[in-house]
């Protein structure tokens, strides 16, 4: 049966059935799964009957259609109701549905993009709605299509911050091609929400974040049906539908219960036939109108990226932002963002040569991420940045975005002690542990204007989230203007025959380290020195070789001494199966305000200390000598 | 001068010229630095004058005092406002003004409790407000005392979803006595916020949150005198004084003009002209009430905490409900806090013995932490709990809890893939890299139900942030109820004098390497099997001395291979320049829904893993034997 074949919309008694069949499945996936949140599928699939039937315009054969609209459920637990609409527009299958949530099946517990129609993996709560608005920013920023985008979102929820951060950013650019649907079921997973069934003031705080709220009886299919037309009239605002709905509703002995949430419906059978059975229908939701397809990658040829002299002072920030800005020039579904700091990590720059690709995302760095979340799901690719520590901030959304399996950017400036004067709170020294611990990430880590730049160009073709750290600080260039950098390598910078030790740093600390070697060079300990400006994934080879020749480790890094550059040597020789003595400088106490110089010294990760760490492992291996493991 | 002598209210001439007073030493603060931010100090100099005259109760020689009102510059950039409010309270001196920035000042970037009087370190957009909402939520719900929490916001933050995490929370608890003080000056960091000065959508905002606003010229010292005595009417709701300020207001080469924030007045002298010079006024604000002193530590003795057999299947996060339950009774200032899944954390275990110092966060961790970071600050002891993986959502503001020197007690359950059918975004992979990568933090991994329990007990009197990660599967209780499971330490499991191998695990791979341990000790394998409860400190002497005995280490972490208990085995290792062969067993693919069991063994972390593991390594360095450097 195709609900939309007699009109244009499917008839109230036709809604309802099929929404009892959204619950009869929810039902029936979660007690072949024997886990799952029953309750809150029930309470939207009223919600999701009328949308499926009558307002979705999507092609479940071409998920890749640039005009289709985005569903995204900000509730991913209700990820049973989300299965059962897949399985009545005929995309799943009775089979598949019974595999819910075991080893090997795409029906995960929360639903990720393993399933071609899902752009985001959701589950982590309050990212949903953010990653929408990107979707949403995406269609009336950058591409001008007439796509819209449904969110179905829980009431627990709204009591994120990152909520507020997307309900504020859709309102100020006037999403109307956004739709978030509350379901407002006043129970969370161990109680009471703070507004329970207080749909009045969601309605009231959505307005005055600028939001037309409409307030209907989820259970309503002609309530629900007439609000969604509602919607579709663009106005220059998004728009809530806040519908009071009942966490169970359907099943008596649920419905409206604390105590259910995440459980197996008890009986099931008895469920079912209070639902009333399977009625079995179909529905085929109106596809969306043709559109031309997406722009077409590298509209101007070479990849050209601005270039510095050997032993210029230039701040590795500014090399991003000058190279993100030509890189924007050849590549023309590039898209910058940044936290409000644009003027500090100089993708102001970006923003000047290219105004109508760069979004300015306010001091939200969650929302930053999840825009561009959204963005990478249509095509486009995003470079997002802020100052280094504050993307701890996002760590949450970037976790996710790697289960999202998310292609991401991400920038940070303002690194460790370097940072200086501000103090510690605007210091990254966790970072690199940070994003080392993320899923299929690159961590980069660059130390010259000519490095920078060339790693910020590699970055446009690597998937997943990548990482670049820059320096606040302006370092001497020193690399030649021609030198590659590939992912997954590494730089010898001094070298000889016969190295006493070796030296591995990455970022400010290339600096001091070629600056100790030139010390230890006057007392004629032969020191090579590694640029390891690419930490994830590490050169094995040159760092084993390293390792080898010379069986003496000094790894340093403005950077906390836990899972950082040197967490990343030890792994790399350890998997090597390499014996070495390894002496790992790094950041071991609370920094303070302070001159950088001032401060590289007092965190004991400047020259001097490099020099006296090599001498004393000399000294001490003397007397004990390594065995060489080559 | 002591403005406050002559009447209650010091009057408008000597408010304005102590607000002067403050721009010019907020000025030559910075110049002196050659660094800061100026223009976000000029800006609520007016603001800040009336409060420290005429309404801050405060003793300056006493900031331990507990009937004190506190005060968070939210906007901590402004810091040289603040330090200037000290200079004329006689709390810093002219000398002391003047080495602002510098290293060994006490007077940093962003303000941080080095200084005694201030409760918690901003810097980082967004966090003052939900720590000031813990302050008074203190205030309310656990002291009933009648100090007042004055926060000072900039309009920047007001994006951060951290802020409105904040406001829902205050109007929904009814925080009168917390005070936020916005000073909407217009102009962020790289531009004009998304608001700019339309402070009548602000205040609208904030009444839909249940907040009192009262808007404001937040240069007119009357209208800010009379909005701080309205704000002292308690009537059941936190209250906003929404100030329409100018940037670099009193400058008039820098007012409201983009371009100059985080810059030093270009001519400082020509400013402090033009500011009337230096006045020297000194403040004595008004004392607070006396007050009783807290409660004393420990009101019922032995700090008594639940048992259970050997053998028993108990899952650790029920452990941990039950031993912050029983230590409940004995700890007076035991607080603990959910994020809205006590029934999954057991948390509720506490909540329902007693109730009246729990405090449900609902979904808002950053809330939670921050609440938490309050708590702490008045002398209480927070244990705060959710799913681990969301502890990620918070991790900008546990970063700066430690530049706060705050003593935070986190735990975490639903750990790793053993979390199961919910799928990787609930299986917290990243937590131990990330609580590692945290200054002064202490990461415990608890394996059984007794350990968990005792280790529970043990994070009551450890200062510094304290993360806790338990099991949501029951795993089998392997330890005697009286064992004793000191932070720093390890257990041995299984040894013997001539061990082959070391199996390091923590947590569920504990139990998964005795398995493994018994296998192989069918093919005449001595495998000796360490527990790593305590990761960070990691018990050196232990890990070292099963290094040393047998030359090859086998770890198994459920956990991503990065930062986590290998990297810190590594790192321990290397520390103490112990070779050693060593295999990490790790999560290295993005998991899936699936069984616990099914999913250990499709993360290769299983006994079966280990055992293949351990004989590959000894089949490995069998053939090129280890040095032993014992």
Do not use: C
Request: proline letters at 5%; zero cysteines.
């Amino acid at each position: 049966m195709d609900l939309t074949t007699t009109s244009d919309h499917a008839r109230p008694a036709a809604l309802r059935a099929l929404a009892q069949q959204l619950r009869v499945d929810a039902v029936r996936a979660v007690a072949a799964a024997g886990s799952g949140h029953p309750t809150s599928a029930l309470s939207a699939a009223d919600l999701m009957a009328v949308l499926l039937a009558n307002h979705l315009r999507y092609h479940f054969d071409r998920p890749e259609q640039p005009g289709n609209d985005h569903l995204i459920f900000s509730k991913g637990h209700a990820s049973p109701l989300l299965y059962a609409m897949y399985r009545a527009a005929g995309a799943v299958g009775e089979e598949e549905l019974m595999t819910y949530r075991r080893l090997g099946s795409r029906l995960e517990g929360h639903p990720t993009p393993r399933l071609p129609w899902v752009d985001v993996a959701t589950g982590s709560l309050g990212l949903g709605l953010p990653v929408g608005v990107g979707l949403a920013l995406a269609g009336k920023a950058l591409e001008t299509l007439p796509y819209r985008v449904w969110v179905l979102t829980g009431d627990s929820e709204l009591a994120e911050g990152s909520m507020w951060e997307a309900f504020a950013r859709a309102g100020h650019a006037g999403l109307d091609n956004l739709v978030a649907i509350l379901d407002v079921n006043r129970l969370g997973q161990s109680g009471e929400t703070m507004l329970g069934w207080d749909t009045a003031t969601y309605a009231t705080r959505l307005r005055a974040f600028g939001w037309r709220a409409i307030e209907i009886d989820g259970h309503d299919v002609e309530e629900i049906d007439a609000a969604y037309d509602a919607a579709a009239e663009s106005d220059g605002h998004p728009v809530a539908i806040v519908a009071r709905t009942v966490k169970g509703k359907g099943v008596a002995m649920l419905a409206d219960r604390n105590g259910f949430h995440g459980k197996p419906v008890p009986d099931p059978r008895a469920a079912i036939k209070e639902l009333g059975g399977r009625p079995g229908l179909l529905v085929r939701p109106t596809p969306p109108p043709p559109v031309a397809a997406r722009p077409a990658r590298g509209v101007s040829g070479p990849q050209e990226i601005p270039a510095w002299e050997r032993g210029e002072l230039v701040a590795g920030r500014r090399a991003y932002g000058e190279a993100v800005a030509a890189l924007g020039f050849a590549e023309s579904r590039l898209v910058a963002m940044d936290g409000e700091v644009g003027n500090s990590t100089f993708s102001h720059l970006f923003r000047d040569a290219h105004p109508e690709r760069f979004l300015e995302m306010y001091v939200a760095e969650q929302q930053m991420v999840a825009a561009a979340i959204g963005f990478q799901a249509r095509g486009w690719i995003p470079f997002a940045s802020t100052f280094a520590a504050f993307w701890t901030r996002a760590y949450d959304f970037i976790r996710m975005a790697a289960i999202s399996r998310a292609d991401l950017r991400l920038v940070g400036s303002h690194t460790g002690v370097t940072v200086g004067e501000d103090g510690p709170s605007q210091m990254a020294l966790e970072d690199i542990a940070m994003f080392r611990a993320v899923h299929g990430s690159t961590v980069l880590v660059a130390s010259d204007a000519n490095q920078t730049a060339r790693l910020t160009r590699a970055m446009l073709d690597r998937p997943g989230v990548v990482y670049l750290r820059t320096l606040r600080m302006a370092t001497p260039v020193v690399y030649g203007p021609d030198e590659n950098f590939p992912i997954g390598g590494a730089r010898v910078l001094r070298s000889s025959d016969d190295d006493d030790i070796a030296l591995l740093a990455a970022g400010v600390t290339v600096h001091e380290a070629l600056a100790a070697a030139d010390d230890l060079a006057h007392t004629g300990i032969r020191a090579r020195v590694v640029d390891l400006y690419s930490v994830k994934p590490l050169d094995t080879e040159t760092v084993t070789a390293a390792a080898r020749a010379t069986g003496r480790v000094v790894v340093v890094e403005d950077h906390w001494a836990q899972g950082g550059v040197g967490g990343a040597v030890l792994e790399t020789l350890a998997d090597a199966d390499i014996d070495a003595r390894v002496r790992r400088l790094a950041v071991r106490a609370m920094p303070t305000s302070g001159q950088p110089g001032e401060l590289l010294r007092w965190a004991g990760i400047d020259r001097g200390e490099i020099a006296r760490s090599a001498r004393a492992l000399i000294d001490q291996t003397a007397a004990a000598p390594m065995r060489r493991a080559a």
